[in-house]
């Protein structure tokens, strides 16, 4: 199970930090991804973390904004997000990366999502 | 980036109907394509992986198909709990881009 908090409203040039408690699985384990999705629209991938925290990808418009980082003895991901932006406004979802042995990816489970909001 | 494309963006049917939705791919991502749908107000969840493996629990109605460029998922025996949103999505390289998903609405 993920459990995502943090979410809320925040002005233009604000930060926020979203976090996804994990449960149920061997977290550490496992790579992590943060997925977003504004209002009426489509789905669209944030951000992954290796098991260990020692890779982390980012989509190219929250590169030097977003942090996504986990701290394994406590089961959390995190999204650091600085310098936010109205069009960041989406509910962002916490979700697992499922790899096995056979090298393809997806994404389950999902979490419920948190909603951030930017605006003055 | 590899950019995705779902056809049609939206479509009606009626329970019991044949429906197929198809995904592009810009460039081979072989199989590592992945479907989910996704209900109002709740998170998605993976239907399809690997372009044609079910994920546990999904009922055998749902298929997909396809390699390199060009996927499809198809409903057989559409149910009236299968109207939602249906998304595509390549994880062959990051950023695992989605499609703009398809909206299967009641006829």
């Known amino acids: 199970q993920l459990v995502e908090s943090g979410g809320g409203l925040v002005q233009p040039g604000g930060s926020l930090r979203l976090s996804c408690a994990a449960s149920?699985?061997?977290?550490?384990?496992?790579?992590m991804s943060w997925v977003r999705q504004a209002p009426g629209k489509g789905l669209e991938w944030v951000a992954n973390?290796?098991?260990?925290?020692?890779?982390?990808y980012y989509m190219d418009s929250v590169k030097g904004r977003f942090a996504i980082s986990r701290d394994n003895a406590k089961n959390s991901l995190y999204l650091q997000m600085n310098s936010l932006r109205a069009e960041d406004t989406a509910v962002y979802y916490c979700?697992?990366?499922?790899?096995?042995?056979?090298?393809?990816?997806?994404?389950?489970?999902w979490g419920q999502g948190t909603l951030v909001t930017v605006s003055s | 980036d590899i950019q995705m494309t779902q056809s049609p963006s939206s479509l009606s049917a009626s329970v019991g109907d044949r429906v197929t939705i198809t995904c592009r791919a810009s460039q081979s991502i072989s199989t590592y394509l992945n479907w989910y749908q996704q209900k109002p107000g709740k998170a998605p969840k993976v239907l399809i992986y690997a372009a044609s493996s079910l994920q546990s629990g999904v009922p055998s109605r749902f298929s997909g198909s396809g390699s390199g460029t060009d996927f499809t998922l198809t409903i057989s025996g559409l149910q009236p709990e299968d109207f939602a949103t249906f998304y595509c999505q390549q994880t062959y390289t990051a950023p695992h881009t989605f499609a703009q998903g398809t909206k299967l609405g009641s006829k």
């Open positions: 973390i290796k098991e260990d925290g020692s890779e982390k």
């Open positions: 149920g699985f061997t977290f550490s384990t496992y790579w």
């Open positions: 979700a697992r990366i499922m790899i096995p042995a056979g090298g393809q990816w997806w994404f389950d489970p």
